[in-house]
């Protein structure tokens, strides 16, 4: 399936601010045998002074840009097109949950796909007792690792509820646990301290995801957004797979990769600094348009 995506990202400040520098990872990239990148632009207004793009140490594409002179409002802007690429069918060849710390311990690796990244702690999450709890209380005698994660993954979407009003960017898993409420980063990040409490390794997905309209209703332009998921690390010969903890399944034809990493901190797709005052407001607008049939 082949999609269109158009992201603007507005920043308008309430005083110009004499010296701005952004980190962005708003690039989708090509994901061998998942997703292929045939085009994209990321673009900024104004032109920035300084502009570097990279790759961190998760294979993320990452932009840098700079501005010396004063501004009062910025504009992100990306047009790329993507092809995801049908998922094959997902047989369970994970361990017995028991059984994964040998094979997680047999991994002579740190590349950056290497489990060891994704099992401690990480900047926006440590493992909580209550969190690790309900993990458990999810578990049967005899569960796969794969098991593991399907289990957990749907019991958060039975006890939290979507709520974007609920929390901020700085809500940590505990608190948005403790109040069984949030947005896909909370959802994801509780599930991602769940499955760590319990030994699997888990990462934190941001990218796009395809959504519909009503029935007999028209897409609304800009109605989508910025998602995030979860990725687990269920052995050898499984590897990594995707699941969505906010709508209850795993990653499919409808998801598009943009970065990868242990928490919100490693993909967040802006981060900045900058010298001004007062307060800012920000606007964004995202569409994802397939363009194949289906």
Known sequence: MRYDIRLTIEYAYAAPSDHARNLLRL???????????TSRLLSTDPMPDERRDCLDFFGNATTSVAWHQPIDAVSLTLRATVERFTPRPMLDLSPPLAALAQEIGEVQSLRSDAPHHFLGAS???????EITAFARERLKPGFSALEAVTQIGRALHREMR????????????????????????????????????IGIPAGYV?????????????????????????????????????????????AGLDYITVATGRDYSDVAPVRGVMRTAGAHETRQAVDVVPLDKG
Do not use: Y
């Open 27 to 37: 690039l989708p990239s090509d994901i061998a045998g998942t997703q292929r990148v």
């Open 206 to 250: 941001s990218g796009f995801l395809r959504t519909f309209p009503p029935p007999g209703q028209p897409r609304l332009e800009g109605a989508d957004a910025m998602h995030a998921w979860v990725c687990a690390w269920v052995g050898h010969d499984m590897g990594w797979v995707e699941f969505d903890p906010t709508n209850d399944q795993f």
């Open 123 to 129: 900047p926006r999450i440590a493992t909580q007792d």
């Open 162 to 197: 979507f709520d974007a009003e609920a929390t901020t960017v700085d809500t940590t898993p505990a608190e948005a646990f403790a109040a069984r409420h949030g947005v896909c980063q909370d959802f994801a990040q509780v599930m991602i301290a769940a499955l760590r409490g």
